[in-house]
């Protein structure tokens, strides 16, 4: 048996350890530094970056888009909202819908985030080149799709995946 270090999951799961860990630092950092009473965690960036580019989204389309399930979203949201980020707000033309908007206080900390992201990225993808990077990104989508084969709708569960990665993929099974 190989040693664990020898698997692509290990170092894949690994990796996203760290990615995490250092980006909850850059954003707690990025907080303290401006003197705000909360922190935004990795999982409350992803929803209110989502929100500083579609504003008025419903739970299940965040769900949809991050890639997590519904009730996760909810206590994301909940948390956001208490903290004066994003306020929920019922449909005029359904009431049964709600809505999740960002507040001011919310577009002002997502337009200064949007830059401290961004260098991250830069910082995380240091000595790749913009070839490198898109080639990493097809590869890890590609992983995806072939954990999608093992156990059906695992993989690409949340449909992010470009339906070229699917066609490639029976292409080469067979």
Not at 108 to 132: C, N, P
Request: hydrophobic share 35%.
């Amino acid at each position: 048996m190989q040693p664990l270090e020898k698997y692509l999951g290990y170092w894949l799961f690994y990796a996203q350890r760290c990615v995490a860990h250092a980006f909850s630092e850059v954003l707690a950092a990025h907080c303290e530094e401006r003197g705000k009473p909360y922190v935004i965690t990795p999982p409350q960036w992803g929803v209110i970056s989502l929100l500083h580019e579609t504003d008025g989204l419903t739970v299940g389309t965040i769900s949809q888009r991050r890639a997590l399930d519904p009730p996760t979203i909810t206590g994301i949201v909940r948390r956001l909202e208490q903290s004066g980020l994003v306020e929920r707000k019922h449909s005029r033309e359904d009431r049964r819908v709600v809505k999740v908007y960002l507040t001011p206080e919310g577009q002002d900390i997502i337009s200064s985030l949007m830059q401290v992201a961004k260098d991250f990225q830069e910082v995380m993808t240091h000595g790749f080149s913009e070839e490198e990077r898109q080639d990493f990104l097809v590869k890890l989508q590609q992983i995806i799709a072939n954990v999608s084969t093992v156990a059906v709708g695992t993989g690409d569960r949340f449909g992010l995946l470009p339906d070229s990665m699917f066609c490639q993929q029976s292409e080469d099974i067979r």
